[in-house]
């Protein structure tokens, strides 16, 4: 399955708030873009894992990540976004997330596990992404995943923990704040 435009129109609009001004970022993304409306799933997780790369180095990846996911609405999962709203409760729509989320974005997915006394919601990758890439991609899935439950909830402050692979050291203060 190809990726959802909506979703794609949502990374260019946010990247586009914070290095519009740059050429060379937009150009980069906008060439990025081009590619994987035409690409094979295959080549849409390599291309969407370069871009994330290209856009950590820019920037603070932890921060840019935070900001994309802070504005990334759920309507920018296209048909999915309907099923994740109208779950009975938030561990409905998590394992909704994790089980076809990845029919709708490339180079991420998703597995949900839950006890009586947590939820672990973990983020992996399709393809090897460097530090800064899986740096922006972990904190913009954060940042969705917070704005999600306190949709549900009507509180803020719910991931407790982030558990960091030996790729993210170096950003455990970042993912802090």
Same mark, same amino acid.
């Given at each position: *399955?190809?990726?959802?435009?909506? +979703?794609?129109?949502?990374?260019?609009?946010?990247?586009?708030?914070?290095?519009?001004?740059? $050429?060379?970022?937009? $150009?980069?993304?906008?060439?990025?873009?081009?590619?994987?409306?035409?690409?094979?799933?295959?080549?849409?997780?390599?291309?969407? #894992?370069? *871009? *994330?790369?290209?856009?950590?180095?820019?920037?603070?990846?932890?921060?840019?990540?935070?900001?994309?996911?802070?504005?990334?609405?759920?309507?920018?999962?296209?048909?999915?976004?309907?099923?994740?709203? !109208?779950?009975?409760?938030?561990s409905y729509?998590?394992r909704l997330?994790?089980?076809?989320?990845?029919?709708?974005?490339?180079?991420?997915? +998703?597995?949900?596990?839950? !006890?009586?006394?947590? $939820?672990?919601?973990?983020? #992996?990758?399709?393809?090897?992404?460097?530090?800064?890439?899986?740096?922006?991609?972990?904190?913009?899935?954060?940042? *969705?995943?917070?704005?999600?439950?306190?949709?549900?909830?009507?509180?803020?402050?719910?991931i407790k923990?982030?558990?960091?692979?030996?790729?993210?050291?170096? +950003?455990?203060?970042? +993912?802090?704040?």
């Amino acid at each position: *399955m190809k990726i959802q435009p909506t +979703y794609l129109a949502q990374i260019k609009r946010i990247v586009s708030d914070f290095h519009g001004h740059d $050429g060379k970022v937009m $150009g980069s993304v906008n060439q990025a873009l081009d590619v994987m409306h035409a690409a094979t799933l295959d080549k849409q997780h390599r291309v969407l #894992g370069d *871009m *994330m790369s290209l856009i950590g180095r820019w920037t603070n990846p932890v921060e840019i990540g935070a900001l994309i996911g802070k504005r990334m609405p759920v309507t920018s999962f296209g048909d999915v976004s309907l099923g994740i709203k !109208t779950a009975p409760n938030l561990s409905y729509a998590l394992r909704l997330v994790a089980s076809i989320h990845h029919q709708v974005v490339p180079l991420v997915d +998703y597995s949900y596990n839950e !006890t009586k006394s947590e $939820g672990r919601f973990v983020v #992996g990758f399709r393809v090897p992404i460097d530090g800064k890439g899986e740096a922006l991609v972990v904190s913009l899935v954060a940042l *969705m995943l917070e704005s999600e439950v306190t949709r549900w909830t009507g509180r803020s402050g719910h991931i407790k923990k982030l558990e960091l692979t030996p790729s993210s050291k170096g +950003y455990e203060a970042a +993912y802090r704040k």
